[in-house]
C-alpha cells in the first residue's frame, strides 16, 4: 500500500522534518516517489520512480530548507503499473477551464465499469491515474452543461458524486488539490491521519514526528481551504475491507509488474 502526505496553511510552514520521516518510510515502498508544491493554479511537480530512500536528488532536496503553505507527497508501493516514470504519483491534469488538478490515491480499483474508457486514454498504466481522467471528464461535463465554470462548492459536490460513485469494493484513499480547495477522502481504517494545529492540517498515512495525530473520519469526503475545513460530503458507507479473493488479485497484479 502507498503511502499519503500533504498540507493545507493559512502561511508557509517548514516541513523538512516530517518530509524526511515521511520519506525514510521508502524502505517498505520503493517503487517510486513524488511532491507537488502549488502556487496559484501551477504546479511545481518533481518525482522519480525509484526508491525515496535511495535517491541522490531528493537526498540533496532534502537538505536545502522546503517551506511550503500547500504540498503533496507520495511515496509508492505498486500494484498496478509499471516502476516508470508516467506511473510515479502525483498526477496532474488540466480541466477545459484551465484549472489545474493534482492527485495521489493510496489504494485499488478492482471494479469500477466507468473507469474502464479511460485505460486506452491515460499515459501510464495506473488505475489512479484513471481517477483523475474520469474526474476532469466530469468536470468537463458539468461545465459545457452549464455554460461556466463550476464555483467551489459545485466543485466539491461534484467530486463528492464522483467519489460516491467509485467507492464501494474499492480502496480509495486520495489527497487532490485544484488551485484552491484540498480535497482528503478515506475509506479504509487506520490509513490516513491529520493532525491541526492553528491554522495548519497535515494528513500523512501513518503519524508522524509531532502530537495530536487523530484518523480522518472515514468514508466522507473533506475540503480545506488554507488550513481550514470548508466542506464536509457525503456519508457513503462503503468502508473497505480486505478479503482473500482481493489479495489474491493483487498478488496476480503486482507478480506481473
Known amino acids: ?131 483523475l481522467c474520469y474526474m476532469i471528464e466530469c468536470i468537463n461535463d458539468a461545465q459545457i452543461q452549464r455554460g461556466r465554470t463550476l464555483v467551489p462548492q459545485e466543485r466539491f459536490c461534484l467530486l463528492d458524486e464522483i467519489i460516491c460513485r467509485i467507492s464501494p469494493e474499492n480502496k480509495l484513499n486520495l489527497l487532490i488539490y485544484d488551485g484552491a480547495l484540498f480535497y482528503i477522502h478515506t475509506n479504509y481504517k487506520g490509513s490516513l491521519y491529520r493532525c491541526r494545529k492553528g491554522g495548519e492540517v497535515v494528513i500523512s498515512t501513518r503519524p508522524l514526528g509531532r502530537d495530536g495525530w487523530e484518523p480522518v473520519p472515514m468514508n466522507t469526503l473533506l475540503a480545506y481551504q488554507n488550513g481550514r475545513l470548508v466542506y464536509t460530503g457525503t456519508d457513503h458507507g462503503n468502508e473497505f475491507f480486505d478479503s482473500e479473493e482481493k489479495m489474491r488479485l493483487l498478488f496476480l497484479d503486482y507478480a506481473a509488474l
Open 1 to 131: 500500500m502507498c503511502e499519503l502526505f500533504c498540507v493545507s496553511s493559512g502561511e508557509k510552514i517548514n516541513l523538512n522534518g516530517l518530509l524526511r520521516e515521511f520519506f525514510s518510510h521508502a524502505v517498505d515502498h520503493p517503487h517510486g516517489w513524488g511532491m507537488a508544491f502549488f502556487y496559484g493554479n501551477a504546479v511545481s511537480l518533481e518525482k522519480q520512480p525509484e526508491n525515496a530512500c535511495k535517491s541522490s536528488y531528493l537526498r540533496q532536496r532534502l537538505r536545502a530548507g522546503i517551506e511550503a503553505d500547500k504540498m503533496i507527497a507520495h511515496i509508492r508501493l505498486a500494484t498496478r503499473g509499471n516502476m516508470d516514470y508516467e506511473n510515479t504519483h502525483p498526477f496532474v491534469m488540466r480541466d477545459n477551464s484551465d484549472r489545474t488538478w493534482t492527485l495521489a490515491h493510496n489504494g485499488t480499483i478492482f471494479e469500477c465499469r466507468v473507469l474502464e474508457p479511460f485505460v486506452h486514454m491515460q499515459q501510464g498504466q495506473t488505475d489512479s491515474e484513471r481517477i
